[in-house]
């Protein structure tokens, strides 16, 4: 399911039908959205395949920005899934297909860094975030008011 069929306030109104809704720069829409109407949409890479689908968005308290999307892949019914944390910034909203892409190689996501859902790592350890960032060639948004 899709942010726009996720939209049970109707902010994207318009989005896609040409309706009498906000416009593409405007929020709500692609610059600001709903966190809720975002969980559930489908990731993809570069090469269209399929790399599962965001579950959970975890927000930074202390700094008001999003952290890291938790992506679900590979399992079959809930069984086996891996969950990965996906540092924000390296997900691209991709506005045709109504989904977000993540420039990743499908088999490199299986050697990714992930959890299972009884076992959540600390994501506030610095350690852990530099090592995802690193995994993903991100660069961690607390540097950017060190740049």
């Given at each position: 399911?899709?942010?726009?069929?996720?939209?049970?306030?109707?902010?994207?109104?318009?989005?896609s039908n040409g309706g009498s809704?906000?416009?593409?720069?405007?929020?709500?829409g692609p610059e600001l959205m709903?966190?809720?109407?975002?969980?559930?949409?489908?990731?993809?890479?570069?090469?269209?395949?399929n790399l599962g689908d965001i579950k959970e968005i975890m927000l930074d308290m202390r700094s008001g920005r999003i952290g890291y999307a938790?992506?679900?892949?590979?399992?079959?019914l809930g069984l086996g899934e891996k969950l990965f944390a996906v540092p924000w910034?390296?997900?691209?909203?991709?506005?045709d297909n109504k989904r977000f892409?993540?420039?990743?190689?499908?088999d490199r996501l299986d050697e990714a860094?992930?959890?299972?859902?009884?076992?959540?790592?600390d994501m506030a350890d610095p350690s852990w975030?530099?090592?995802?960032?690193?995994?993903?060639g991100t660069k961690l948004y607390v540097d950017d008011a060190h740049s």
């Open positions: 399911m899709n942010y726009l069929e996720r939209d049970t306030f109707g902010m994207y109104k318009g989005l809704g906000p416009s593409r720069r405007q929020g709500p709903g966190a809720d109407t975002l969980v559930g949409n489908a990731v993809c890479n570069r090469n269209s395949e938790v992506l679900s892949f590979g399992g079959f910034n390296a997900l691209k909203l991709d506005t892409v993540l420039d990743v190689e499908k860094p992930g959890f299972d859902k009884n076992h959540w790592p975030a530099k090592g995802i960032h690193d995994y993903y």
